[in-house]
DNA sequence: TATATTTGTAACATATTTTATTACAGTATG
DNA sequence: CATACTGTAATAAAATATGTTACAAATATA
């Protein structure tokens, strides 16, 4: 899951912070995203491995969030979702012996870091709770 | 091609700016790059109708920078073969009836919208020659 | 305690997207 | 006129993303 990480897991945190008591159901969220529950299950998953959200099994059970909305930033979503943002790299590893394949995945490199800090930069400063109150 | 366009386009643009006086056949691309040449000419046919480059065919034929490469920057390249940055969408439409689902993308287009501009002020400020110089 | 409901997770299936290959007509060079 | 390219279409293969089914384990509550 790459393209929709990011999306599904704020559209996750963005419905339990609206709901901030309550256990929602997986197929309640799934219903909202219109995904499949297991898929739903999945970010949740990573939520929780990040001690993000908590869970309860068993009947009536669900997922709340576990952290105060206003101090959780979309840059540590990102983190948990993306990783890195870049503009891609070519899949085979490029000709050592010439001078530009040699070196232009490490330019590449240099390049999408900066971007990154950028973007980083952006997130840090939008709370969930900030995204969140746009709904 | 999502995640190799731009590295592929800038790789073939820097090969021809150390070589600005050359046709390069999209062989020898190909062999940097170490990608089949008939993509290599998709890329190039992408540059071509961006007026970049612009290439001879039959024997000696090949490719050359049709630009100054101080005056293209990064910016431009990306916007031939990214449109745009960003995390990402659900891929299902979500659900309309929920006060999430309804302006979840709209949310975060905005988002991304804002990324971009910080993307491509970053980009705007380094030149092919500039990148091409780093090898 | 029995039933219903929900998470957690694995295994598998399908769809979509990327990348690669083959083929060949058209064009310029020498 | 033989050779070496581009341009492009058609097809194939590989990789990745998304969806589905299944079921054990957990827990509320009747």
Chains 1, 2 share one sequence.
Do not use: W
């Amino acid at each position: 899951m790459i393209s929709g990480k990011f999306a599904i897991t704020i559209h996750i945190l963005t419905l339990l912070t609206k709901f901030p008591n309550d256990f929602l159901s997986s197929e309640f969220i799934a219903g909202s995203i219109n995904l499949n529950p297991v898929l739903v299950r999945k970010e949740i998953a990573n939520l929780k491995a990040n001690h993000i959200v908590e869970s309860k099994e068993g009947k009536n059970g669900g997922t709340k969030l576990a952290v105060d909305s206003s101090k959780l930033t979309l840059k540590e979503i990102f983190e948990m979702t993306f990783e890195t943002i870049g503009l891609g790299y070519a899949k085979n590893q490029p000709n050592p012996d010439c001078p530009v394949g040699k070196k232009i995945n490490q330019n590449l490199d240099a390049l999408y870091s900066e971007m990154n800090q950028k973007v980083s930069a952006q997130l840090e400063g939008i709370s969930l709770e900030d995204f969140s109150n746009q709904f």
